[in-house]
């Protein structure tokens, strides 16, 4: 894959205070990748300078191969959802996203074909929602419609501050679905969020930022070696957990729940580990009934890593 | 790019109930005025030019008050109401941005303009001045009012506040009014007369003066008040300019 936004030695500071330190990045084309950390850790100021709106102090932004003076020819090939989530209350969904369409110059029927499209995928198409000013939306509508604009341009790099900040369980499902559609259809994506399960199910790599420096970068897998954590796993199985009793794979085994006819525990230690206890199963003819990831790695990675730092 | 800002802005300040009222109070502001010096016993009484140039200052005055008022929130509720990141980050040059929203502050200035023509063709009836009124009162008034917007402009930049913009422009605006309020000793003084000479509010009063009471109706005539006005142009231009150049630099977001 190549190269699709790279940063190198980026830094930004407000008055005395370092928002951005000396931060690098690659991405590469067709990547959903996931920006990690904490409130005030220079997520959104990253993503302003990423995008044109605030200049860096210092270091390097090429985005598709254009450095950033050339603001306007990245400005077609970008969409952001941004922090602040202005909208013109006034005008309707379809108003708003014509004068956007305007202004990057999509006109005529492409332009009503467009909206039309774009107003459907983001569940906006409704002739009870058409008529409304987006005074009177949602903040869930409003968060639909400002992904709705972002797509206008047909981006190659979506970036985006929060997506799904405010949306009910449905509407973060849909907005993801839609996400993952596009990164399918070879979208790049930028996703910083706080919503760690949102990152850890949507990006194939992801980054942690803490205090305005980089603490990590790589895939979930690479992160977790490197802070030495382990995957947790809930199994149950059919029978008693008392045959593997003797296996030295029992220091690991933990919650155990053992009623005769089923047994359900957690399973904490490399994925090597992982199958070789899957291996002991089977060899003694133990049904295996459930076998699932607990899921929250991420956040234990994330505390691990920003506690540290 | 320009004309989609500038329609934007009119449908979001001129086509509004608040761009309505404006017009009906300074319609209703007009229709009083020219009512009493058509009317009233004492004020009937005075030239059918001074009555001009009383009519022509309040049309001047008034559309001064309503074009900053307007201009004071036109850039600054980008900022306020967080939409300047969104529309920023399409392919909008500042320059289109700037120039879309003076063309719609002065559009309202050509509103209030149509609204008063009536008014100027009903009392200078008779005067054989009915040209020369609107032709003055359109040109100074669009010369004042666009160096007055541009200013404006240059302070939305720099508060990016409604408020405070509204705040300082007011206070601009009445600093140049004050002189019209001087008596005619104050106004011998040195001071008051370098002042009259700068001050553009000043200038476009006395031009009037020249034009509608004293009948020196060429653009020669009345170029010693023009041109203070063009240069009060090229202030605010420069000062826009400059602000915006800083407004640029720092970025669209400011968290200083």
């Known amino acids: ?309 | 790019m320009i004309r989609h800002i500038w329609l934007k802005e009119i449908n979001a300040e001129l086509y509004t109930w608040k761009s309505t009222l404006w017009l009906l109070i300074a319609s209703l502001l007009f229709s009083f005025t020219s009512y009493l010096l058509l009317t009233d016993k004492e004020l009937s009484l005075l030239d059918q030019t001074e009555l001009l140039w009383l009519l022509s200052k309040i049309i001047i005055g008034v559309a001064f008050l309503i074009v900053t008022i307007d201009a004071s929130s036109i850039i600054t509720t980008e900022f306020e109401k967080e939409t300047a990141e969104s529309l920023f980050l399409a392919p909008l040059r500042l320059k289109d941005f700037i120039l879309g929203k003076l063309l719609a502050s002065l559009t309202l200035w050509l509103l209030i303009f149509i609204v008063a023509t009536p008014y100027i063709l009903v009392t200078s009836a008779g005067s054989n001045l009915a040209t020369a009124f609107l032709g003055y009162v359109a040109l100074l008034g669009s010369l004042g009012i666009l160096a007055m917007v541009m200013i404006i402009f240059g302070i939305s930049f720099l508060y990016r506040s409604a408020k405070n913009t509204l705040t300082t422009s007011l206070v601009i605006m009445l600093a140049f009014s004050v002189p019209a309020l001087f008596s005619t000793t104050l106004k011998n003084n040195t001071f008051a007369q370098v002042f009259g000479k700068i001050n553009p509010i000043n200038n476009i009063f006395e031009s009037l003066d020249n034009v509608l009471v004293d009948y020196q109706l060429s653009i020669l005539n009345n170029w010693k008040f023009i041109y203070p006005l063009l240069l009060f142009c090229i202030l605010g231009l420069i000062l826009m300019a400059i602000s915006a150049r800083r407004f640029q630099n720092k970025g669209i977001i400011s968290n200083d």
């Open chain 1, 1 to 309: 894959m190549s190269e699709i936004i790279s940063i190198k030695n980026l830094s930004k500071s407000y008055n005395q205070t370092k928002a951005v330190n000396n931060l690098s990045l690659t991405i590469d084309r067709g990547e959903f990748f996931g920006f990690l950390g904490p409130n005030g850790a220079g997520k959104t100021t990253t993503i302003r300078m990423l995008t044109g709106i605030i200049k860096p102090d210092q270091g390097d932004i090429i985005i598709n191969g254009l450095s950033q003076d050339k603001k306007e020819e990245i400005s077609h090939i970008i969409g952001v959802i941004p922090e602040s989530r202005g909208f013109y209350g006034w005008m309707t969904a379809f108003e708003y996203l014509q004068f956007f369409a305007n202004i990057y110059g999509i006109k005529g029927k492409e332009q009503s074909d467009m909206i039309a499209s774009l107003l459907s995928q983001v569940g906006l198409l409704n002739n009870n929602i058409m008529g409304m000013r987006i005074n009177a939306y949602s903040r869930g509508m409003k968060q639909r419609l400002g992904l709705a604009r972002s797509l206008i341009n047909k981006p190659e790099i979506l970036f985006l501050d929060e997506p799904t900040l405010g949306l009910d369980p449905q509407g973060q499902e849909d907005i993801q679905n839609l996400l993952k559609k596009l990164n399918q259809e070879g979208v790049t994506i930028f996703l910083s969020s706080h919503l760690l399960h949102e990152v850890s199910s949507l990006c194939s790599k992801i980054a942690i930022i803490h205090k305005g420096s980089l603490i990590a970068e790589g895939k979930i897998d690479e992160l977790r070696q490197k802070t030495g954590l382990k995957e947790t796993y809930h199994i149950k199985i059919e029978g008693s957990i008392k045959p593997i009793q003797e296996s030295k794979m029992m220091s690991h085994i933990d919650k155990i729940k053992d009623n005769g006819i089923t047994s359900d525990f957690t399973f904490q230690d490399s994925l090597e580990n992982t199958n070789r206890l899957l291996d002991i199963l089977r060899e003694k003819n133990i049904r295996i009934l459930e076998f699932r990831s607990e899921g929250e790695t991420l956040t234990d990675i994330f505390l691990n890593l920003t506690l540290e730092a």
